[in-house]
């Protein structure tokens, strides 16, 4: 076996002899060579048009394919997400592509759940098997017994099937456990949630102000890159974390913060702005409701009170709020991403909210700017009766009337499944998400598990959930599959398509076809539009044509200005009841939630405890990433567990030493301490989606924490979302 070899820095820039790199850890016959399951390849150079699916921010890329290989992905430079670049998740898909870690055919298990005991099956047999065993329990406990968890290009294919069935119980995790808090703050505030990419315009902002958006690290190409070019054009960076990040190192001004303390620090400044009145009084007496009420409200938050609470000087929180008032309107405070910490942060992103609304930043440059969409006849992919049956999790409920029954909560509707405590919850379907990583506790998530009398996943690896699971589907990648088309908004609207760069490798499927072939085993004839058919509609609603999608990737409409306040179209206007910006929510108050945010004081850890905090890797994406051998090479496979020098001295914790977490007596794999000045002595931090316990992922079994096992699992009393940061820790040497 010939070893090649590359440099991380060249693997990073993407070139073009990446894809023979660091194959050659294992495999590399089987990783390049041709499956069974493969057509006869193409000869020649051919290009197909694609959208990343690395991680969810969908960078358009285009896959260059030689002799039926894929060997090189390049960003499609027309394409809003990201302007022709891609990250080293992003070059990575190829490598995913021919990892022989992939599930190869469907399986069965056969043997006790959990052992890791499958049987090899049919496309056909497997999919009898989920129909027949779907209908039997559906006539034994009803079609509510069926749930589904799902994430990613494809997570509706799997949500409209189990809505087929005739079960409510869907969920779209990345609201409960990401960013289902922040978007009602901001809609109650707004009323109009955040979406899916954060409308903040970096690149014009003279002021930017970041509490733990950690923007380089979290790194979503078309975002990082706003980010390095407004920082770039002199932007004035206030970067606020418990953690010295790669994104603390671009701030004019760093500020470490004592975790759970966010809310005071901006209260503090809210106070200091209003006392002074620094703030937009254009803006805040034209278009904004309850200032009055909110002045008084905040009268106690002085900015010594909040120096005292966050342990931040004084000094610093005043030169923080006179920085952005200079720059108003063209300045903005990040509404954050995966706000899913503390179980009150649905009432922290009102703050957020407010202090914004100080700024008077609302569609003008530098500030928040209005995402652009467009509308079109869209055809219909599934044509089904909608279920009747109440949720199980309570969104939409009289507990949480303003909990979105289309995305659902899912760690309640987990809890439920564990506690079996609404109705009989005995099927479950997931695809393309990791419950077993992504909840809040990994024991009530086991026992979720095991009280499924059907537990089916949809997958491309064998993750956690699927080592516990009945039935595994193995999902074709990205680059060897259609989805239908998708639009998205950010300054400009826009279309992007997918197609298959080559064959499937191995034995495996797209995720609508999946879903379309088990509803027709299931006796639901044509209930799913083919993937192609729908594409072909959608493109002749929009005026375009394949071809022209086929060549370019992207198809984007110049419609209106991000702008429309500054450039004097339109006067601010919000979807709330008093059609302004709302320092006083009447959402709120209807609901009998507070109308204006306050502080909320926050647990502390004991003396010798941390608070466990997570959060990304550059390189990798949730727990989907980490057995990627090109992505693993740029961290050696050590798992960095961050701790404080003193703390560390205390313990005779040293730089590099191999430590383990414990809580309530569980104790995580070793981590490689990394032992530093620069995060708050409370806490520790852990990068996410390591500790896996499956043995299909054969280079990263049992290497590192499962952060899952070690957060809290609280629920926002007005979203419904989740809380990960008041899980406390302790330290102990391996």
């Known amino acids: 076996m010939t070893k090649c070899r590359i440099s991380r820095r060249r693997f990073i820039q993407g070139t073009a002899s990446v894809g023979a790199a660091l194959a050659s ?88 759940r959990g052992s890791g005991k499958f049987r090899k099956a049919t496309w056909e047999e497997a999919l009898t098997y989920v129909a027949q065993k779907t209908n039997e329990l559906k006539e034994k406990y009803g079609p509510e017994t069926f749930s589904i968890f799902a994430h990613g290009s494809g997570e509706h294919s799997f949500v409209e099937l189990v809505e087929i069935i005739g079960s409510p119980n869907y969920c779209i995790p990345s609201y409960a456990q990401c960013t289902g808090s922040r978007d009602i703050g901001w809609a109650l505030s707004y009323g109009k949630a955040v979406g899916g ?25 078309g975002e990082m890159q706003d980010f390095v070019e407004g920082v770039a054009k002199g932007a004035h960076v206030i970067y606020v974390d418990p953690r010295f990040t790669k994104t603390a190192a671009k701030a004019n001004q760093y500020m470490m913060i004592k975790p759970g303390t966010d809310s005071a620090l901006l209260l503090g400044m809210i106070n200091y702005i209003i006392e002074k009145e620094i703030y937009n009084k254009n803006f805040v007496d034209g278009y904004t409701h309850g200032f009055d009420l909110f002045k008084e409200h905040v009268a106690e938050y002085t900015v010594e009170w ?4 966050t342990e931040i000087p004084q000094t610093e929180i005043i030169k923080a709020a006179e920085k952005l008032c200079e720059a108003a309107p063209h300045c903005y405070i990040h509404p954050g991403r995966r706000l899913t910490r503390y179980g009150n942060d649905t009432q922290f992103t009102r703050i957020v909210a407010c202090l914004n609304m100080l700024m008077g930043n609302w569609e003008v440059r530098g500030g928040i700017y209005r995402t652009v969409g467009f509308k079109y006849d869209a055809p219909h992919m599934v044509h089904f009766d909608k279920p009747y049956a109440d949720r199980a999790d309570g969104a939409g409920s009289e507990e949480f009337p303003l909990g979105p029954k289309n995305l659902g909560f899912a760690n309640k509707l987990m809890e439920h499944i564990a506690n079996q405590d609404v109705y009989p919850l005995k099927g479950m379907f997931v695809y393309g998400c990791n419950p077993l990583h992504h ?54 609207g826009y279309i992007q398509f997918r197609e298959p760069a080559v064959n499937p490798v191995f034995d495996t499927k797209g995720g609508w076809e999946i879903a379309a072939q088990l509803s027709a085993a299931m006796g639901h004839e044509n209930e799913f539009l083919d993937v192609r058919e729908y594409n072909r509609l959608a493109f002749e609603a929009l005026g375009i044509t394949e071809e022209y999608m086929k060549k370019h990737g992207v198809w984007v409409a110049n419609e209106s200005t991000p702008y429309p306040v500054e450039d004097g179209e339109e006067e601010p206007s919000f979807r709330t ?4 910006a709302e320092f006083y929510s009447n959402l709120c108050e209807h609901f009998s939630y507070p109308p204006m945010p306050s502080y909320e004081e926050n647990p502390v850890p004991a003396e010798d405890e941390f608070r466990f905090l997570f959060g990304r890797l550059s390189f990798h994406t949730h727990a989907r990433t980490q057995n990627n051998a090109w992505l693993l090479a740029l961290h050696k496979s050590e798992v960095p567990l961050w701790i404080h020098t003193d703390r560390a001295k205390a313990l005779g914790i040293k730089d590099g030493m191999q430590v383990r977490l414990v809580k309530e007596g569980f104790k995580s794999n070793p981590c490689t301490a990394r032992v530093v000045d620069y995060i708050h002595p409370q806490a520790v931090f852990l990068p996410y989606g390591f500790g896996h316990e499956t043995k299909g992922l054969t ?10 096992d070690f957060t ?23």
Not at 60 to 87: F, I, M, R
Not at 577 to 580: A, E, L, R, Y
Not at 699 to 708: H, L, M, P, V
Request: contains cysteine; glycine residues 8%.
């Open 439 to 492: 909840h809040g506790s990994t024991e009530m998530v086991k026992k979720a598990l095991e009280n499924t009398e059907l537990l089916v996943t949809c997958e491309i690896y064998m993750t956690d959930t699927a080592w516990l699971s009945d039935v595994i589907l193995p999902e074709s990648t990205y680059l060897e599959r259609y989805d239908p088309v998708i639009s998205t908004g950010r300054r400009k």
């Open 712 to 734: 809290s699992n609280l629920t926002d009393p007005i979203s419904g979302a989740a809380g990960f940061h008041n899980g406390f820790v302790k330290l102990e040497i391996a």
């Open 25 to 112: 850890m294992s495999s590399f016959r089987l990783l390049t060579g041709s499956s069974p399951a493969s057509a006869e390849p193409q000869q020649g150079v051919t290009y197909a048009q694609n959208w990343c699916e690395m991680c969810f921010w969908k960078c358009g890329l285009t896959a260059k394919v030689v002799d039926g290989k894929v060997k090189k992905l390049e960003g499609q430079p027309d394409c809003p997400s990201n302007y022709g670049k891609l990250c080293a998740k992003g070059n990575a898909g190829v490598f995913q592509l021919y990892d022989p870690d992939r599930l190869k055919t469907p399986l069965i298990r056969d043997g006790e």
């Open 306 to 309: 909040a120096s005292q609470i």
């Open 699 to 708: 280079r990263i079994t049992g290497k590192g924490a499962r952060t899952s």
């Open 577 to 580: 009841p008093s059609g302004k």
């Open 197 to 221: 990419k954060e409308p903040v315009d970096s690149q014009n902002s003279k002021c930017i102000m970041l509490l733990g958006r950690n923007i380089v690290e979290a790194l979503h190409v």
